[in-house]
């Protein structure tokens, strides 16, 4: 239960085609933000962005 997926976001390069596959056991709601769109809010709240970059990459770390 609200668990994410995904891949690491790179902010300068074209991304690549994820390499997991994702299987619900029940009944799920399954929402997407296109890169841009993700990019562009980030550069108009640069104080939310910093905070965002910051979790996200203690949240990646993690996985190591």
Known sequence: KNDIFGEPINMYGRPGKSN??????????LHKIQRE??????DMYPEFSDHFWSNLEIT?????
Do not use: E
């Open 20 to 29: 997991a596959d994702v299987r619900a056991l029940t009944y799920c709601d």
């Open 37 to 42: 769109d993700l990019l562009g809010i980030l």
């Open 60 to 64: 990646f770390n993690l996985r190591d």
